[in-house]
């Protein structure tokens, strides 16, 4: 039909049909909808695989923990090695796995006896919760999670450990016994104290002239003191080298230092010998002594410096660790590393008191401060970390391990109620060595990693864990 004779809107039809203009605006328009699909599945999944490969980390260092923790328990005989490990391993799970919001996912933790030994497994599920393949980036439905999933193990055997890669090591562990160590070891224990004694300070050890044992009263009321933690965790690193002493490739010596050093466990392989002797570590002025016992007259101060003398004094020079002849050196000291001149002792044989004065073993070093007001004019001073260079010398690894002195305050006791003497001492101890005591602390350590420094007793006993596996790491596998 001519062009003419078309009607009107069929003209218009057609020249509709014939105009092309936008037609790759409209097609590209289009093509974007599965363009937005593929790259939200590609982002999604990328980040879902990202994200499960996290929890299969976590998983990983969750087993290695429960197997750790159960290793060393069950070295110890505790009856609640496997509900321990497993909630170690939970915990540890958690503590990597918490870090990203758009996952989520749960552990489960189990421990089995084999032939070879333990096992312990650790397996997940949970899900990525995704940014882009929900609605509208969709294609044909909305994707709002990915599911995550996956398991791992870890093995050990009892007394399996690197006893090659540690050689022939002797340990020799060093525990701060002075007055100040028997504060309490938190805040809530100093409470306790003061509800149950009626003070914080200066009441933490024997009555010298009543001869009270407040230590004892303290210890009824359930206040864990700080020598009490530091005591828990020396046991739990001796539990550790246990574990790798099958062929007797550690000796093990313990020592307590006040004004002067003490041994407690001689130099021996016998490591369960060095836990039961543990018991007889006291504060200076307890442990069913009296100070009317003469056995423990001059004490009642802090002397590292001279206890660090004494020990270097006892060392033989430490060797490579290759056999038994030639043994590998660690020294192990536990302070709060705050020194005090007070020296007490018994005029006579006939006394029942003792007479206070200046540590005759006493050298001076900056920063330090004398206390008129107390009986014997105590200095206060910082730590001389020169002790520990003979020490270093002789080959020996120092881990110097700093429990923070922790200063009672009126702010956080309840009743609490310090002199004006005990305010200024507490006042410098803070202001003036604390700083000076991190530095020293630092520079007696054989390296930056063998420093530790604990505030509370769950800082004590995390800092044991580190040290035991430092000192005799444990030979756990992952093997799935």
Known sequence: MPEANLPAAARRFRDLRKDID????????????????????TVDYSRALSANSAMRVA????????????????????????????????????AISSGDSSVSATPTVSIAQNASGYTATVSFTGSYRTSLMSAPFGLLKSVSSIPLSGSVAATFALGDSNASGAGYTDVHIVIDNSTSMGIGATIA???????????????????????????????????????????QAVSNILNQIKIGNANSTYRVALYTMSNSLTTIHALDTNISGAISDLANVHLASVGGKSWTSPAIAGQ????????????????????TGASASNRKGVVIVATDAVQDSTYEYFANSSATATTVKQDPNWISFSPSKTFTNFGGNPIEEGFDYSACTPIKNKGYRMISWQVNYLIPSSSTISGLNLSSGDVQRFSYISNSLSANNNTAMLACASAASDYYASNYTADILTASASVALSIAPARVRLTK
Request: glycine share 6%; proline share 1%.
């Open 189 to 231: 224990d100093q409470q306790l104290m003061q509800n149950t004694i009626g003070c914080v300070v200066a009441c933490h050890y024997t009555d010298i002239y009543g001869d009270v044992d407040n230590v004892a009263t303290a210890h009824a009321a359930h206040a864990t003191l700080r020598i009490d933690s530091v005591i």
């Open 59 to 94: 998983a990983d260092s969750a087993a290695l923990t429960a197997a750790a923790v159960a290793q060393q328990e069950l070295a110890a005989s505790k009856a609640s090695w496997k509900s321990d490990a497993v909630t170690a391993g939970s915990n540890a799970f958690r």
């Open 22 to 41: 936008g037609n790759v605006g409209l097609f590209f328009a289009l093509s974007l909808i599965p363009l937005m699909a593929m790259v939200a599945l």
């Open 300 to 319: 009642g101060g802090t002397n590292v410096s001279y206890s660090l003398r004494q020990l270097n004094a006892l060392l033989a020079t430490a060797g």
